[in-house]
């Protein structure tokens, strides 16, 4: 089984401060890893993930999110926020070969003017 | 390409009633997923549909159930509403099969208050 934890509730940040939202998954097998966020009212948007290679990965709006194997981390990134970032993110894991996703308890983003 | 079309966007039911809710999938995709989420709880996982079956399933009552049609269309169906369920009921399809990667594509949610 699968499981995601994200430590952060609620994140507050001013405008044009860098943020990182912290992940950490537990998993026996290998997983693909995913970043959402959701507007308000709005569904769940894919905004990053890692399925293999290069460690680091871009998405969209600016961020960026590293998976660390040994740390079991994928941490979401980004240099410098907008207020239109406001919103609420969620980590995501799903094994290799199964069509199972785990989400975390996601993190809200508040950007302060 | 339409993306995922949950309706209605948003109903009010009272307890005891049932009630029906929507999904349409992305054009091709097979595998309809079904969360519900409340502020306390998260997304919870509901169950899953793949070619009108039912692939996987979450921890939930028996009132609450799903269905696949042949078009990969979706739908669920809650009875016996109780207050407990009112929620944002969101509906996610994918793409699977041999380069599956557990990538969802999410609907904007049927919004379901119970009073």
């Known amino acids: 089984a699968q499981s995601v934890t994200q430590l952060d509730s609620q994140v507050p940040v001013f405008e044009e401060a860098p943020v990182e939202l912290r992940c950490n998954y537990s998993s026996s097998v290998s997983v693909y890893l995913f970043w959402y966020v959701q507007y308000p009212n709005q569904g769940l948007q894919l905004l990053l993930k890692?399925?293999?290679?290069?460690?680091l990965v871009k998405g969209i709006n600016g961020f960026e999110a590293e998976f660390n194997k040994s740390q079991t981390s994928f941490h979401l990134r980004k240099p410098s926020v907008h207020i239109s970032d406001t919103a609420e993110y969620f980590c995501a894991v799903s094994p290799w070969g199964y069509q199972k996703v785990t989400f975390g308890t996601g993190t809200k983003l508040q950007v302060i003017p | 390409k339409a993306g995922v079309t949950q309706t209605p966007r948003y109903l009010i039911k009272t307890r005891g009633q049932q009630v029906t809710l929507s999904c349409s999938p992305i054009?091709?995709?097979?595998?309809v997923s079904w969360y519900q989420q409340t502020p306390g709880q998260g997304l919870q996982f509901l169950f899953e549909y793949f070619s009108e079956t039912q692939r996987n399933k979450g921890n939930f009552p028996g009132r609450f159930s799903g269905r696949q049609f042949s078009n990969s269309r979706s739908e669920m169906n809650v009875s016996t509403l109780e207050l407990g369920d009112s929620a944002l009921y969101l509906c996610?399809?994918?793409?699977?099969?041999?380069?599956?990667?557990?990538?969802?594509?999410f609907g904007e949610g049927s919004r379901l208050t119970v009073l």
């Open positions: 054009s091709g995709h097979r595998s």
């Open positions: 890692y399925l293999s290679g290069s460690t």
């Open positions: 996610a399809s994918s793409l699977d099969g041999a380069t599956n990667t557990g990538e969802l594509f």
